[in-house]
C-alpha cells in the first residue's frame, strides 16, 4: 500500500513538474506613442487661400504602427511591444496640419477629408523614421516634402529633409523624444522654406 502511495505522489510530482516547465512567463506590456511636436510662432500668411495637406506616404516597415530601429547594414527590424498610437502617415500629416495652422502659413489648412478646391497642395513620402543603434543610439528621420500651387501646377517647395540626432537619454522613450525634436527642426525648416 505505501509502495503505491508512493508512485502516486510520484507521479503527480512529476506530472506538476511537468506543468511547471510548460508555464510560459509573463509578456511584457505593449507601449504606445504619439507626437508632441513644438509649435511655431504665428505670422500672417504667405499662402493666400486653402492648403490641402495630403496623408504622407511611407513604404515597408515605416507605415506601420510598431517603431522601426536599425542595426546597421540595410537590416531594418521592428519593436514588438512599442507602437505609435497611430500609423506614422496618418501622424505626421496631423502633426504638420497642426503646425502649419499654429504658424498661420495659409488662410485655410484642411486635410482632403474636407474635399474642398484647393489653392496649394503638400504632399510628403517618409523615407526614414528609426531608432538607428548601427551609430550608437541615434534617430534617423528623412522626409521628402512637395508644395504646389495647383492653379498653375507651380513646385514651390520641394526637398528632401533629414536629421540624426543623438538621443538624449536612453531606450525607446528616449529615441521617440529624439524623433520629435527631429521632426520639429524638419517642419521649422520646411516652413522657412515656404516663407
Not at 540595410?74 to 514588438?80: A, D, I, R, T
Not at 512599442?82 to 500629416?93: G, K
Not at 502659413?105 to 523615407?127: C, Q, S, W
Request: contains cysteine.
Amino acid at each position: 500500500m505505501k509502495k503505491i502511495t508512493f508512485l502516486k505522489s510520484l507521479s503527480f510530482g512529476a506530472i506538476a513538474l511537468m506543468m511547471a516547465a510548460c508555464a510560459q512567463p509573463e509578456l511584457p506590456q505593449d507601449n504606445f506613442y504619439r507626437l508632441d511636436l513644438s509649435q511655431p510662432t504665428a505670422s500672417t500668411p504667405v499662402l493666400d487661400g486653402v492648403l490641402e495637406v495630403d496623408r504622407f506616404r511611407a513604404d515597408g516597415l515605416i507605415s506601420g504602427r510598431p517603431l522601426a530601429f536599425t542595426e546597421g547594414k540595410g537590416h531594418l527590424s521592428e519593436y514588438h511591444y512599442h507602437f505609435w498610437v497611430e500609423p506614422p502617415v496618418d501622424m505626421l500629416q496631423d502633426a504638420m496640419v497642426k503646425y502649419l495652422r499654429t504658424a498661420n502659413v495659409a488662410t485655410h489648412i484642411v486635410t482632403p477629408e474636407l474635399r474642398m478646391n484647393a489653392d496649394y497642395f503638400l504632399t510628403g513620402k517618409i523615407m526614414r523614421l528609426e531608432r538607428d543603434l548601427a551609430n550608437g543610439t541615434k534617430v534617423a528621420v528623412e522626409l521628402e516634402l512637395g508644395l504646389k500651387r495647383t492653379r498653375d501646377d507651380k513646385i514651390l517647395v520641394l526637398k528632401t529633409y533629414n536629421r540624426l540626432l543623438d538621443q538624449s537619454s536612453s531606450g525607446v522613450n528616449g529615441a521617440v523624444r529624439a524623433i520629435e525634436i527631429a521632426l520639429g527642426e524638419i517642419y521649422a525648416e520646411f516652413l522657412n522654406d515656404v516663407r
